[in-house]
């Protein structure tokens, strides 16, 4: 039986006209399922009784489980487990914005990135539109808290999962749905090219961050496997293509690794390499791992690599750090679960 919420606002329009029913019925259940956030058929009142016992044979509500959570002040952190028993986790962060959530998009990640604490978890399978919708209601449900902003940068690589990923936002964004905009979407990707120049013809008006974390070929191969396949002269080709097409200004996001990919040199290239593009680069300090070989960048070294960039007239920031002592890292809270 075919879970409800794995429906796009046009499939389910498409179901009702299929059945012999109007499609404006697609509105009503998906704000009963959005907006209302009902746990059963039972309860949608304005929708015919014989209508209800239908979707009742067709379609089935169940979700998927919060089974842990940790949390600060400033950020909580939520373990899942799937209806196949896998686990995910998403991380929930207070920003001076309002409150977003770090989606996962896969259970494991076929990338590889050496700094990643999902890097070393295999892609066990990508994830369906339901269990990244639930993930968003679930938190809201447990927490309290109405997520403003969405950001695709959990564990698994967004573009990978494409078709399923793309239907999940149109749910989000969907006014009948979660009503969340568009330009408070933002979908992380480590450089997939040919996903990067089908997403540049989709015409959403979602941000667009990139995974950078390196300069040049060399490093970035060591640091990131996926740029043996697409390196930066690839990358930067399709990334210049989706900004002509869309016109929308890209992240890159640079992990700061202690004298791996911070020194002043690394600095100067990243500034060379990105210098033509309408950009601008998120320094985000390390969130170390149990397993991880790395460091975190110093805070002198940080702010001398920030400058260099700054005064080259690029915008850049350095990322806030949140929920650190929660293991937000992604893949963490999931490391620790299996191990334990």
Request: contains cysteine; hydrophobic residues 40%.
């Amino acid at each position: 039986m075919t879970n409800i919420y794995n429906y796009s606002f046009q499939e389910l329009s498409d179901y009702f006209v299929a059945i012999g029913e109007k499609s404006f019925r697609a509105q009503q259940v998906f704000r009963w399922l959005y907006q209302k956030k009902v746990n059963s058929f039972s309860e949608m009142a304005n929708i015919k009784k014989e209508l209800l016992v239908k979707l009742e044979e067709d379609f089935a509500l169940k979700k998927i489980k919060i089974i842990d959570q940790k949390k600060t002040p400033n950020a909580q952190k939520y373990l899942f487990s799937l209806s196949d028993e896998h686990k995910i986790e998403a991380v929930l962060l207070k920003q001076n914005y309002g409150y977003s959530l770090c989606v996962s998009t896969q259970v494991g990640c076929a990338m590889g990135c050496l700094f990643c604490a999902s890097g070393p978890m295999q892609k066990k399978r990508n994830l369906m539109t339901y269990e990244m919708v639930q993930q968003i209601l679930l938190i809201e449900e447990a927490s309290g808290i109405n997520i403003t902003h969405v950001v695709l940068m959990g564990v698994g690589e967004p573009f990978d999962n494409y078709d399923n990923v793309m239907k999940f936002i149109d749910t989000i964004n969907n006014p009948y749905g979660m009503q969340i905009g568009a330009r408070h979407i933002t979908i992380s990707t480590c450089g997939l090219v040919p996903k990067i120049n089908q997403f540049a013809q989709s015409d959403k008006q979602v941000n667009l961050a990139v995974s950078l974390n390196a300069p040049n070929n060399e490093l970035r191969d060591f640091l990131m496997p996926i740029n043996k396949k697409y390196p930066l002269e690839e990358l930067m080709i399709s990334l210049k293509n989706y900004y002509q097409k869309t016109k929308r200004r890209i992240t890159f996001e640079y992990i700061m690794l202690a004298d791996v990919n911070d020194h002043d040199k690394h600095a100067y290239e990243l500034v060379k390499l990105v210098k033509d593009l309408n950009c601008y680069i998120n320094l985000i300090p390390y969130n170390k791992t149990e397993h991880g070989q790395f460091q975190a960048t110093n805070l002198e070294q940080m702010k001398q690599f920030y400058d260099i960039i700054k005064k080259s007239k690029i915008n850049v920031t350095v990322r806030k750090e949140l929920g650190a002592d929660i293991w937000a890292a992604c893949g963490q809270l999931r490391v620790q679960s299996e191990e334990e």
